[in-house]
């Protein structure tokens, strides 16, 4: 396994208002970020929270291209971004206790916090197709060039790590200093990750690895 120390680039925040940043997806131009009662849009370049849906967003928060995902208490909500509209809701997998949540293939990846595992979900109707188990607390949740990302919190300690999909083996850590919490992450499609700082109120830019072909 290959253990390095993340790379922070940029720290976003503290926002106006937000006391938690929880889960954290990209949409190609903006960051949003779920602040427990919003959504918000921050513009990477400038830093700038550009506009916030007024929606409950205690957790994860996903992108599939068009819709975002976010997960509300027991459930995960499908929002129009253009509207704030709640188009639709399945029943989250880990009734309340869910976290992270990723947009990959078709379905819907959510972590399960305190019980360390990740769910591959049917986003119409909330049905478990796989279940990966982790050693660590999962927080956020990605995919980012077929390789699957999760954040870890416990305690003073945070990391971010690639799994094997099929397995869960750990084939890659990224270390936090301590002190710095992952709630939510999200790959750019490029060479940085965004991650929720939870209860700092802060989203970090942490350096992606890049592999070697």
């Given at each position: 396994?290959?253990?390095?120390?993340?790379?922070?680039?940029?720290?976003?925040?503290?926002?106006?208002?937000?006391?938690?940043?929880?889960?954290?997806?990209?949409?190609g131009q903006h960051v949003w970020?779920?602040?427990?009662?919003?959504?918000?849009?921050?513009?990477?370049?400038?830093?700038?929270?550009?506009?916030?849906?007024?929606?409950?967003?205690?957790?994860?928060?996903?992108?599939?291209?068009?819709?975002?995902?976010?997960?509300?208490?027991?459930?995960?909500?499908?929002?129009?971004?253009?509207?704030?509209?709640?188009?639709?809701?399945?029943?989250?997998?880990?009734?309340?206790?869910?976290?992270?949540?990723?947009?990959?293939?078709?379905?819907?990846?959510?972590?399960?916090?305190?019980?360390?595992?990740?769910?591959?979900?049917?986003?119409?109707?909330?049905?478990?197709?796989?279940?990966?188990?982790?050693?660590?607390?999962?927080?956020?949740?990605?995919?980012?060039?077929?390789?699957?990302?999760?954040?870890?919190?416990?305690?003073?300690?945070?990391d971010l790590r690639r799994v094997d999909p099929?397995?869960?083996?750990?084939?890659?850590?990224?270390?936090?200093?301590?002190?710095?919490?992952?709630?939510?992450?999200?790959?750019?499609?490029?060479?940085?990750?965004?991650?929720?700082?939870?209860?700092?109120?802060?989203?970090?830019?942490?350096?992606?690895?890049?592999?070697?072909?």
């Open positions: 396994m290959e253990k390095s120390a993340a790379e922070i680039l940029r720290e976003y925040g503290p926002f106006p208002g937000v006391d938690q940043v929880h889960g954290v997806t990209f949409d970020f779920a602040s427990g009662d919003k959504l918000n849009a921050l513009d990477p370049a400038s830093g700038q929270t550009i506009r916030s849906i007024g929606v409950a967003a205690h957790a994860g928060t996903a992108f599939d291209g068009q819709h975002l995902f976010q997960l509300a208490e027991s459930r995960i909500q499908k929002i129009d971004p253009k509207t704030g509209h709640v188009l639709a809701t399945i029943p989250a997998p880990g009734g309340g206790g869910d976290s992270g949540l990723a947009w990959a293939e078709g379905t819907l990846w959510v972590g399960q916090y305190r019980e360390r595992k990740i769910h591959q979900i049917d986003p119409e109707t909330g049905t478990i197709l796989r279940t990966i188990d982790s050693n660590r607390f999962v927080t956020g949740v990605t995919w980012s060039d077929q390789e699957l990302w999760h954040g870890t919190w416990e305690g003073d300690e945070s099929r397995t869960g083996e750990v084939l890659e850590t990224l270390d936090l200093p301590p002190g710095m919490g992952v709630s939510g992450l999200e790959a750019d499609g490029g060479d940085q990750f965004f991650c929720g700082g939870g209860n700092s109120g802060t989203v970090r830019a942490v350096r992606r690895p890049r592999r070697v072909a």
